[in-house]
C-alpha cells in the first residue's frame, strides 16, 4: 500500500513570481527525471508520480499523460516565460539532508534555476505555510490517506490555512465543491478525477514520486 509522497508547490498567489506563469510550472516538471530519481533513491519502494493523486487511487486518472523529462522543453518554456537565464528560488523543507531535494537543486540547476534549500524548523515552516512565502517551492511529504479529496479539500481549499501562497483560482474550488457535494462513490470518484487533470494541466503542483511500504 502507498504511504507517502514527495511534491513541491510554488508561490503562485504572488503575481511577481516566476511560479506565477505556468510555462515556468512546466519548465519545472520537464526538468525533472522522476523515474531516474525513483531508480537511484527507491530501493524499490517507489514509484513516479506525475499527478497529485497516487495510482489506484480514485482520483488517479489511468492513461493521462504527464511531463516527461525534456529538459531543452524545459529550457525552452523558461525563455518564453521571460527566463532565458534562468532564476533564483528555494526549495522549503522540514527535511534534514534530503536526497529528493539535492537531486531536484541538480536538474533545476542544469536548466538555468539557482534553487537554495531551506531547511527549516516546525514553526518556521508552518510559519511560512500559514503566513505565505516568496520565491520558492514548499515540499511536502504528506501521508496518503484512503480519503484523498477529504485530504485535498484541507489543505487546499480557497479558504484553507495552509498553503496560503498557492493560487486557488474559482475553476479549481469550484471543482473541489462538484466532487465534495457528489451522491456517491461513482460521482466521487469522476469529480475527483477531473480535479486530478485540472490540476496536471494547470501544472499547480510539482508530484515526484509516491513510497509503499512492500
Known sequence: PWENYQALSGDTANADSPYAKLKVREAVEYAIDRPAMVKALGYGLMEAMDQFAP???YAYVTGLKGREYNPAKAKQLL?????????????????VDSELLVAVQSYFKAIGIDAAIDVADASRYNTASTGGWKNGMMHRVPRIMPDWLSQYNTQFTANAREFVSVLKP????SLIDKALAAPDAVGIASAAQALSKYLQAEAMHLPIYGTTST
Not at 474559482?170 to 474550488?173: A, I, S, W
Request: charged share 15%.
Open 55 to 57: 495510482p489506484g487511487h
Open 79 to 95: 525563455a518564453e516565460a521571460g527566463y532565458p537565464n534562468g532564476f533564483q528560488t528555494k526549495l522549503i523543507t522540514r527535511v
Open 170 to 173: 474559482p475553476e479549481h474550488q
